[in-house]
């Protein structure tokens, strides 16, 4: 149980293109899903955490606008890359709860298998 | 800002070995965490101790807390070479999100 699916696994784009990253909870409502951001040999970073029909809440110093986080339905959320550029190459992955917000949802997450982007 | 630095930042070992690492966090938390990554994948959870436990053990693992040195450890036993990863510890303190730290990437020789 808890599996949660990242599609595609691997993207390359070029410079000015946008990209959509889908991640969907496979058997249980991810009421909670975060995204974050792993570059090579480095940490994860929290880039946003959102939760269904609602706006997501951003980290500082993610650009909104560019990170475009939607939160539509209890299994798929899914993070546009905006006129990405080559900076933005990285490990993206997503994580799901089925709790909603606060400390209970970061200590129950499910990780998703990641997206390796590519800008050109 | 990073909360939890492990150390070593990479470890290579025998099959059989016991791999140690080690976390280091700064400021008072509600509970720590282990993951494993493996190359290109998502994270998986091994183990959460909170911060009144001293050790907690699963299977091959084993977990430290010293919060008077802001500090824990990951044992792994007897290792194998498909305990070839990454390992994370990720910190809880108050209400706000996970903090990860940068890694330990650990190398099981056949």
């Known amino acids: 149980g808890a599996v949660v699916s990242q599609h595609p696994s691997r993207v390359i784009c070029k410079s000015g293109t946008s990209v959509k990253i889908e991640c969907r909870s496979l058997?249980?409502?991810?009421?909670?899903m975060f995204w974050y951001r792993q570059f090579p040999k480095q940490s994860l970073m929290l880039m946003a955490t959102?939760?269904?029909?609602?706006?997501?809440?951003?980290e500082q110093g993610v650009e909104k606008d560019k990170f475009l986080i939607n939160h539509a339905s209890l299994t798929l959320s899914t993070l546009t890359v905006t006129s990405a550029h080559p900076e933005d190459s990285s490990f993206y992955i997503c994580?799901?709860?089925?709790?909603?917000?606060?400390?209970?949802?970061?200590?129950?997450?499910?990780f998703g298998p990641g997206t390796r982007l590519t800008v050109l | 800002s990073q909360q939890g630095e492990e150390d070593p930042q990479a470890l290579s070992i025998q099959e059989g070995e016991n791999a140690t690492m080690n976390c280091s966090y700064k400021t008072s938390i509600n509970n720590l965490q282990w993951y494993r990554q493996n190359s290109g994948r998502g994270l998986v959870h091994l183990i959460l101790?909170?911060?009144?436990?001293r050790e907690k053990h699963s299977g091959r693992l084993r977990v430290t807390l010293d919060t008077s040195k802001k500090s824990s450890s990951l044992l792994i036993t007897a290792s194998r070479a498909a305990d070839t990863a990454s390992y994370f510890c990720a910190t809880l303190s108050g209400n706000t999100p996970l903090v990860f730290g940068k890694g330990t990437r650990l190398s099981v020789i056949a």
């Open positions: 994580s799901a709860s089925p709790v909603r917000g606060g400390v209970d949802s970061y200590n129950e997450q499910f």
């Open positions: 101790i909170r911060s009144n436990e």
């Open positions: 058997d249980f409502q991810a009421t909670t």
């Open positions: 959102s939760n269904e029909g609602s706006k997501a809440t951003y």
